[in-house]
C-alpha cells in the first residue's frame, strides 16, 4: 500500500480527495520535500485563520491562562489607533510576567513626527491605562523597520521563556508575525503548527524559538471602541492610511467647522485666526462649513456629501468633546481616524465622534 505522508505542520495524514476535510493537499505538494497541508499552508501564509470570531469569555480564558505561565508578553498596537487597538485588562491577566508594548504602523507618521515623543506618548498612556511596559518599541511590520531590533528586544527580555503576542485584530499583528518568521528564517516557517488553547476551541500559532521555548501568536480580539467597527470594509480603505499622511493645513475663523467625512467633525469656536493641521488619510474627504449651518448640514448630507460612512442606517449619533487648547503644539486625537494639531495656545474647540471611539489630547509629536 501507499507509504502515509504526513504534514509537517500539524502532523495530520495528507489526502488529496476532499477539499473540506482535514489534512487535504493538493497533489502537487506530495511531490514536496516538506509536505503539508492546505490548513497549515494557509494558515503560514495567515490568509484565512484571522477571520476567527472570538467570544469575550474564549479571550479572557486565553489571556488569563497566560498569567498561569512564565513568559514574555509582546502586546502590538496600531499607533494610528491607540486608544481603539488598545486590549483592556492585559496587566490583570497578564500576571508577574513583563510585557513588551509594540506600537506598528510607524510608517504613516509623517517625517516631521519625532519618533521618540511617540514613545514617550505610548507610556504616557499606557501609564494611564494601568499598564507599565518593560520597553516600547516601534515597528513597521508592512515596511520592515525596526523589526531587526525589536526581534532582539525579544530575545532580551524573554530570558529564554515562551512569548505570547497577543493584539486586537487589524493591529497588523499577523503581518508582523510573518515578517518575523523570516526573519528566522526558512526553517522555522516549515515548522509553524497551531496548537489548542485549553478550554477553547481557538487555535494559538506555535513558532518553535530555539528548540526548547516557543512564540504564541494568539488570536486578534475584535475591539468594538475601534472607529473601524462603524464603517464597511471598503470605506476603512478610505479611512486607514496606506501610506504616510500628508498633513493639511486648514486656516479657519471663530465659528467654522471641519467635517472629516462624516464620521467626525471639530468646531471652531473662540481663538481668533489660527491654522489648524490635519493628519487624516489622505483620502478622506475634509469639509470646512460655518458652525451655526454644521447641524443642517449633517442633517442632510450625511451618507453623500458627508461620507464614509455610506450606509447611515445604523451609524451612531456623535458625542461631545469640549477642550481648551492650554499649550501651543497640542494635537487631538480622534483614535483610528486622524488627528488635529494646534499650532497655538487658546483655542476653544469642540469634538464630535462616534461614542467610544476616543478623542485624547497629547503634546504634539511634532
Ligand atoms: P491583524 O488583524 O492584527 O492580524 O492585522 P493584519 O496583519 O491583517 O493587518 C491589518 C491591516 O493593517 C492590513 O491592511 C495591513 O496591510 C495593515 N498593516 C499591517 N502592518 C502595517 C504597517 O506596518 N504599516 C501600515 N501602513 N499598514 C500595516
Same mark, same amino acid.
Given at each position: 500500500?501507499?507509504?502515509?505522508?504526513?504534514?509537517?505542520?500539524?502532523?495530520?495524514?495528507?489526502?488529496?480527495?476532499?477539499?473540506?476535510?482535514?489534512?487535504?493537499?493538493?497533489?502537487? &505538494?506530495?511531490?514536496?520535500?516538506?509536505?503539508?497541508?492546505?490548513?497549515?499552508?494557509?494558515?503560514?501564509?495567515?490568509?484565512?485563520?484571522?477571520?476567527?470570531?472570538?467570544?469575550?469569555?474564549?479571550?479572557?480564558?486565553?489571556?488569563?491562562?497566560?498569567?498561569?505561565?512564565? &513568559?514574555?508578553?509582546?502586546?502590538?498596537?496600531?499607533?494610528?489607533?491607540?486608544?481603539?487597538? %488598545?486590549?483592556?485588562?492585559?496587566?490583570?491577566?497578564?500576571?508577574?510576567?513583563?510585557?513588551?508594548?509594540?506600537?506598528?504602523?510607524?510608517?504613516?507618521?509623517?517625517?516631521?513626527?519625532?519618533? /521618540?515623543?511617540?514613545?514617550? %506618548?505610548?507610556?504616557?498612556?499606557?501609564?494611564?491605562?494601568?499598564?507599565?511596559? $518593560?520597553?516600547?518599541?516601534?515597528?513597521?511590520?508592512?515596511?520592515?523597520?525596526?523589526?531587526?531590533?525589536?526581534?532582539?528586544?525579544?530575545?532580551?527580555?524573554?530570558?529564554?521563556?515562551?512569548?505570547?503576542?497577543?493584539?486586537?485584530?487589524?493591529?497588523?499583528?499577523?503581518?508582523?508575525?510573518?515578517?518575523?518568521?523570516?526573519?528566522?528564517?526558512?526553517?522555522?516557517?516549515?515548522?509553524?503548527?497551531?496548537?489548542?488553547?485549553?478550554?477553547?476551541?481557538?487555535?494559538?500559532?506555535?513558532?518553535?524559538?530555539?528548540?526548547?521555548?516557543?512564540?504564541?501568536?494568539?488570536?486578534?480580539?475584535? /475591539?468594538?471602541?475601534?472607529?473601524?467597527?462603524?464603517?464597511?470594509?471598503?470605506?476603512?480603505?478610505?479611512?486607514?492610511?496606506?501610506?504616510?499622511?500628508?498633513?493639511?493645513?486648514?486656516?479657519?475663523?471663530?465659528?467654522?467647522?471641519?467635517?472629516?467625512?462624516?464620521?467626525?467633525?471639530?468646531?471652531?469656536?473662540?481663538?481668533?485666526?489660527?491654522?489648524?493641521?490635519?493628519?487624516?488619510? /489622505?483620502?478622506?474627504?475634509?469639509?470646512?462649513?460655518?458652525?451655526?449651518? &454644521?447641524?443642517?448640514?449633517?442633517?442632510?448630507?450625511?451618507?453623500?456629501?458627508?461620507?464614509?460612512?455610506?450606509?447611515?442606517?445604523?451609524?451612531?449619533?456623535?458625542?461631545?468633546?469640549?477642550?481648551?487648547?492650554?499649550?501651543?503644539?497640542?494635537?487631538?486625537? $480622534?483614535?483610528?481616524?486622524? %488627528?488635529?494639531?494646534?499650532?497655538?495656545?487658546?483655542?476653544?474647540?469642540?469634538?464630535?465622534?462616534?461614542?467610544?471611539? &476616543?478623542?485624547?489630547?497629547?503634546?504634539?509629536?511634532?
Amino acid at each position: 500500500g501507499l507509504e502515509q505522508i504526513r504534514c509537517v505542520g500539524c502532523g495530520i495524514s495528507i489526502q488529496t480527495e476532499d477539499k473540506e476535510a482535514l489534512g487535504y493537499a493538493p497533489l502537487s &505538494a506530495l511531490t514536496k520535500e516538506l509536505p503539508i497541508c492546505q490548513r497549515c499552508f494557509r494558515l503560514k501564509h495567515y490568509n484565512e485563520i484571522q477571520d476567527v470570531s472570538l467570544t469575550d469569555d474564549d479571550y479572557r480564558k486565553i489571556v488569563s491562562s497566560i498569567g498561569d505561565e512564565d &513568559a514574555l508578553v509582546v502586546k502590538i498596537v496600531d499607533i494610528f489607533d491607540f486608544n481603539g487597538s %488598545w486590549l483592556p485588562g492585559l496587566h490583570r491577566y497578564a500576571g508577574k510576567n513583563p510585557i513588551l508594548l509594540v506600537g506598528n504602523k510607524l510608517d504613516l507618521l509623517p517625517k516631521s513626527v519625532n519618533p /521618540n515623543k511617540v514613545v514617550h %506618548w505610548m507610556k504616557k498612556e499606557a501609564k494611564e491605562l494601568g499598564l507599565k511596559p $518593560i520597553d516600547v518599541q516601534l515597528i513597521s511590520a508592512e515596511k520592515g523597520y525596526g523589526i531587526e531590533e525589536l526581534a532582539e528586544a525579544i530575545d532580551h527580555f524573554r530570558q529564554g521563556k515562551d512569548v505570547y503576542v497577543v493584539g486586537c485584530t487589524n493591529t497588523g499583528k499577523s503581518t508582523f508575525i510573518n515578517r518575523l518568521i523570516k526573519q528566522y528564517g526558512e526553517e522555522a516557517s516549515d515548522f509553524i503548527t497551531t496548537s489548542h488553547f485549553p478550554g477553547t476551541t481557538l487555535d494559538l500559532i506555535d513558532i518553535p524559538l530555539d528548540g526548547r521555548s516557543h512564540m504564541y501568536d494568539t488570536p486578534g480580539i475584535i /475591539n468594538h471602541h475601534q472607529m473601524a467597527h462603524y464603517v464597511s470594509k471598503k470605506e476603512l480603505n478610505i479611512i486607514m492610511p496606506k501610506k504616510e499622511i500628508k498633513p493639511m493645513v486648514f486656516q479657519l475663523n471663530e465659528m467654522q467647522t471641519l467635517f472629516f467625512g462624516g464620521l467626525a467633525r471639530m468646531d471652531y469656536l473662540k481663538g481668533g485666526k489660527q491654522s489648524f493641521v490635519c493628519h487624516f488619510s /489622505n483620502h478622506l474627504n475634509i469639509h470646512r462649513t460655518k458652525t451655526e449651518k &454644521a447641524d443642517e448640514l449633517y442633517k442632510n448630507h450625511l451618507g453623500e456629501m458627508l461620507s464614509p460612512p455610506e450606509d447611515i442606517t445604523n451609524f451612531p449619533t456623535l458625542k461631545r468633546y469640549e477642550f481648551m487648547i492650554k499649550e501651543s503644539k497640542t494635537d487631538v486625537v $480622534i483614535s483610528g481616524l486622524g %488627528w488635529v494639531t494646534f499650532t497655538e495656545a487658546g483655542a476653544k474647540v469642540v469634538f464630535h465622534a462616534p461614542e467610544g471611539v &476616543a478623542v485624547t489630547v497629547r503634546k504634539s509629536l511634532i
